[in-house]
């Protein structure tokens, strides 16, 4: 890498580690592509390397502050990807993919009560995540529905739609695709990557 690239680059992780999240912006359109291409190589999933994906960018940011130690970045996010890739490989064949339950719900009513702001943040993010819906090709908008809020299984979803099971997966990913770009256009990054994990 051309040395005035490495100084742009080393001063743009210098502000992510302050909490920059334009600067946070950059490194993952630098980025987002090579990681990417690392856990499709792996995982042979177009939906489970962009999900990898954003939890890569997730820990980036939430180890922003480490960033200051870190002498190779790009070797630093390449372990991570791989990492992330690996652990998501043991999940997906235990097939661990129950949700836990939390044991204490007065927890979770006291943590919204102290932090309003938060569930404001939420309902925004919510918001335009419908709108993206919205904007979906009829047949894309049937299989998320479907899927993501009914919570059916793809050859389920095919059978009520009277479509193949390759078809219901080609338009879910198309989806999703249209869903995170859509969404991390209107919010900040970080907002993005962590909501979006969550919500979609």
């Not at 702001?117 to 009829?138: D, M, N, W």
Request: hydrophobic share 45%; charged share 30%.
């Amino acid at each position: 890498m051309p040395v005035q690239k490495v100084s742009h680059e080393m001063d743009l992780l210098d502000k992510v580690s302050q909490g920059d999240e334009k600067a946070f912006g950059e490194i993952f359109h630098l980025y987002r592509n090579k990681v990417y291409t690392i856990a499709y190589r792996l995982t042979v999933a177009a939906p489970v390397a962009e999900e990898i994906l954003l939890d890569v960018f997730l820990q980036v940011w939430l180890k922003r502050e480490e960033l200051k130690e870190v002498r190779h970045f790009k070797a630093w996010l390449f372990t991570i990807t791989r990492n992330r890739t690996f652990s998501m490989l043991k999940q997906l064949a235990v097939q661990k993919m129950a949700v836990p339950i939390p044991e204490d719900g007065d927890d979770l009513l006291l943590h919204a009560a102290e932090h309003p702001g938060e569930q404001l943040q939420e309902k925004e993010t919510r918001q335009i995540l419908r709108q993206a819906v919205a904007k979906l090709s009829p047949q894309q908008k049937k299989v998320y529905t479907l899927i993501k809020e009914q919570g059916l299984k793809r050859e389920e979803a095919a059978s009520a739609l009277n479509i193949a099971p390759e078809t219901v997966k080609r338009h879910l990913t198309e989806a999703m695709h249209f869903i995170r770009i859509y969404c991390l256009a209107r919010l900040g990054m970080f907002t993005a990557l962590f909501l979006l994990k969550e919500l979609l």
